[in-house]
């Protein structure tokens, strides 16, 4: 197993559904409104997911991870992190525990899908040791 995360000014615990309200009010000022996930389909991910967890720092809640996972392997369905602390290690904090988790549970590998100018989420994810696979995505939107 890879060592588990040490405890610093940053505690992981597991999300409940007591937060997120405030899990939603750190997506609204993560992402860009296209990108922006309302509290409801937050509240769907959270019920659909196999890890969910939160990051306080300083005693409030600053990030977010929603996962998914198999008997082999976890997808990264969404991370975010508040601006105001985006730069102290929450992010990667969350990844670390994340990676920790899963491995504990068995998986062989863990996927994320992000964009490929989002510069800031391709270095955390480089940082914490994922690779581009090559692969690209096209997404279709019917509007109605």
């Known amino acids: 197993l890879p ?24 997506d609204q000022s993560a992402f860009s409104p296209i990108w922006q996930i309302s509290a409801e389909y937050l509240r769907i991910a959270y019920n659909h997911a196999n890890l969910a967890t939160v990051a306080e720092y300083e005693g409030k809640v600053t990030g977010f991870q929603i996962s998914t996972a198999s008997s082999t392997g976890g997808h ?8 105001a602390v985006q730069g102290k290690g929450i992010g990667y904090a ?9 491995k504990r549970r068995g998986a062989e590998s863990i996927t994320v899908n992000t ?30």
């Open 94 to 102: 969350l990844l670390q525990d994340l990676i920790y988790q899963l």
């Open 76 to 83: 990264l369905a969404r991370l975010a992190v508040s601006p």
């Open 115 to 144: 964009q490929e100018n989002n510069y800031a989420s391709l270095a955390l994810y480089k940082k914490a040791g994922f690779s581009f696979t090559g692969e690209k995505y096209p997404v279709y939107r019917l509007s109605l």
């Open 3 to 26: 060592e588990k995360p040490k405890q610093s000014e940053i505690h992981i615990r597991a999300m409940s559904l007591d937060d997120l309200d405030l899990v939603t009010k750190v």
